[in-house]
T-cell receptor
Framework: AAGVIQSPRHLIKEKRETATLKCYPI?????VYWYQQGPGQDPQFLIS???????DKGSIPDRFSAQQFSDYHSELNMSSLELGDSALYFC???????????FGPGTRLTVT | AQRVTQPEKLLSVFKGAPVELKCNYS??????LFWYVQYSRQRLQLLLR??SRESIKGFTADLNKGETSFHLKKPFAQEEDSAMYYC???????????FGKGITLSVRP
């Protein structure tokens, strides 16, 4: 069965650069969630979208923005990157309001 | 506010030993609790949901509302159980999943 797809899987950027992470949900899933997992840390909720509208916001820095498109894929845009942004960024998808989130493999961002 | 606490970071046992991974929660409503597992270099995946009350890969977890706990147990650990385990709480009000800090289970031969 198709799973959540994230691209790229690995990304290396320098400080103050920008990065765009992409997430393709499972077909017919209309809700997308983004999480940040720092080294040795638990996944921290960043933001979620339902039907292209932001539905909830967590600890997402102002330097980050995200959106969901008409095909339900989502992009997380990160600007003015800092060393502390180095982390694994997970995307998850679910049908609206459903408790089970299906996670992607993550994008490992390294900021040097 | 919802909170999930996993008090230990690492549990190392020998194969065949019993395992208990602790999880406590704080939530004002009726909680929905889960255990997620992350094997090395793999994505997070759901292991157990408290409502289902089933045993997956020999693991069970019982919700104890009096102690606000949802500990994960397995009577006889296997080497393939070595992974990172996260306890998580779901809030239906805002569709938010809150994770604990996770615990690394290491099962030695």
């Amino acid at each position: 069965a198709a799973g959540v797809i994230q691209s790229p899987r690995h990304l290396i950027k320098e400080k103050r650069e920008t990065a765009t992470l992409k997430c393709y949900p499972i077909p017919r899933h209309d809700t997308v969630y983004w999480y940040q997992q720092g080294p040795g840390q638990d996944p921290q909720f960043l933001i979620s979208f339902y039907e292209k509208m932001q539905s909830d916001k967590g600890s997402i820095p102002d330097r980050f923005s995200a959106q969901q498109f008409s095909d339900y894929h989502s992009e997380l845009n990160m600007s003015s990157l800092e060393l502390g942004d180095s982390a694994l960024y997970f995307c998850a998808s679910s049908p609206r309001g459903h408790w089970q989130q299906y996670f992607g493999p993550g994008t490992r961002l390294t900021v040097t | 506010a919802q909170r999930v606490t996993q008090p230990e970071k690492l549990l190392s046992v020998f194969k065949g030993a019993p395992v208990e991974l602790k999880c406590n929660y704080s939530y004002s409503g009726s909680p929905e609790l889960f255990w997620y597992v992350q094997y090395s270099r793999q994505r997070l995946q759901l292991l157990l949901r408290h409502i289902s009350r089933e045993s997956i890969k020999g693991f069970t977890a019982d919700l104890n509302k009096g102690e606000t706990s949802f500990h994960l147990k397995k009577p006889f650990a296997q080497e393939e159980d070595s992974a990172m385990y996260y306890c998580a709480l779901w809030s239906g009000a805002n569709s938010k999943l809150t994770f604990g800090k996770g615990i690394t289970l290491s099962v030695r031969p």
